[in-house]
Structure formats: structure tokens, C-alpha cells
């Protein structure tokens, strides 16, 4: 059964912080808050906890995993990004998007699209994942917390401990903290397309 942390959503507690870290870091699969609802998330190297998040969410091997990244610094060293997709980064993050990116090499073959070479990133504003982004120093792995055998989708942190604890290591409480997925935008090919309208505001990125 998952551990249960109540996090401050403002301020969060740097010990119970260090305390979700160390568990991601010895291969736990968590769900966490961001700006755009809770998220699956594990530590990017861990092939098992990327197994558990494809079986629960019953992926197949094309689904674009995301890099959530604590800065565009931190984004640049896993995605390719000319100039003017960075100016658009720089206008839109942090913040409920996640773009889909060709990858470098720093990225694990099994989290790119095995065609395309591509892989999502997002910078979320959320103090709590950006605390935990802080305290890990990498990115985390992570997936749109939808599970597939659910008419309605969870937004309570305490519900989804309730329905999927026992498939879970950690289930952080972290408020409420929406109830829309993020806005999905491919900029593979430069010019940017909307693969998914969530929250955000999709129509200013078309501008």
C-alpha cells in the first residue's frame, strides 16, 4: 500500500519533500500535484516504474512520455530547440502545457516515440513538483494521472489513494490543484500544433 503525504501547497515541507525524493530514487512510483491536475511520476532512469506507469494507464508502446523539468535550462539538454521554439518556450512555461519535442540523446530510448525520436517536456508551476524537481536535480518521468477503466476521472488525492493505493508507493496531497490535462502541443516541425486542448489558454500559442 502507497505512503500518504500531506504537502503544503504553497510551502512545502522540505523534509517530507526529501522524504517523497528518496523514494522516487530508489524506484517508487508516485502520483504528485502539478498545475494541471495530479500526475503519475517516477525517476527517469527506472525501466520497472515506467512498466507499472504502461500497465496501469494500459499504454502502448507510441504514447510520448513526459520529462517534467524544473527550467528550460534543464529542458534543453533533452530536447532539440531552435530559436524560435525557445522564444515560444520562454513565453508559455512555466506553465499546464507540455510540448512534444524531438529528442537528444540524453533521453532513454524506451521514453522516446520509437518513429518520431520525440519526447514531451513541461515546466509545471506548482510549487510542490518544482520542490521535488529541485530536490531530485533531474527530471522527472511522468503521465497524465487518466486512468482507462474510469467514466469519471480522480482529482482527489485522497480518492485516487483510496482506488489505486495498492498499485501505488506514494500518493502526495496537495490540494486541489485542477481538474483538465495539459495542453498538448507538437513542435517536432517547428510551426506549433495542437494535438490536445487542456488548460492553459491553447488559442494564444496559434498567434
Given amino acids: 500500500m502507497a505512503q500518504y503525504l500531506e504537502i503544503h501547497p504553497e510551502n512545502p515541507q522540505q523534509r517530507l519533500i526529501n522524504q517523497a525524493v528518496s523514494l522516487v530514487q530508489k524506484g ?113 518521468m511522468s503521465s497524465s494521472l487518466i486512468f482507462p477503466d474510469r467514466e469519471q476521472q480522480l482529482y482527489d488525492p485522497q480518492d485516487i489513494f483510496d482506488a489505486y493505493g495498492n498499485q501505488l508507493d506514494l500518493v502526495i496531497n496537495g490540494g486541489f490543484c485542477g481538474d483538465q490535462p495539459t495542453t498538448v502541443v507538437d513542435l517536432t516541425e517547428g510551426t506549433p500544433e495542437i494535438l490536445r486542448e487542456g488548460a492553459g489558454q491553447p488559442e494564444l500559442l496559434l498567434i
Fill in 28 to 140: 517508487g512510483l508516485m502520483v504528485y500535484p502539478t498545475d494541471s491536475g495530479y500526475a503519475l511520476g517516477c525517476h527517469i532512469g527506472d525501466k520497472s516504474a515506467l512498466d507499472r506507469i504502461r500497465k496501469l494507464r494500459q499504454l502502448d508502446k507510441h504514447h510520448n512520455f513526459t520529462l517534467v523539468c524544473r527550467d528550460l535550462s534543464e529542458l534543453a539538454t533533452y530536447a532539440r530547440v531552435d530559436n524560435a521554439c525557445f522564444r515560444l518556450l520562454k513565453n508559455f512555461t512555466p506553465g499546464p502545457y507540455t510540448f512534444i519535442l524531438k529528442a537528444t540523446g540524453e533521453v532513454p530510448r524506451r521514453l522516446m516515440h520509437p518513429k518520431r525520436k520525440s519526447i514531451g517536456i513541461r515546466v509545471p508551476d506548482n510549487p510542490i513538483a518544482l520542490a521535488l524537481l529541485e530536490a531530485l536535480g533531474e527530471p522527472i
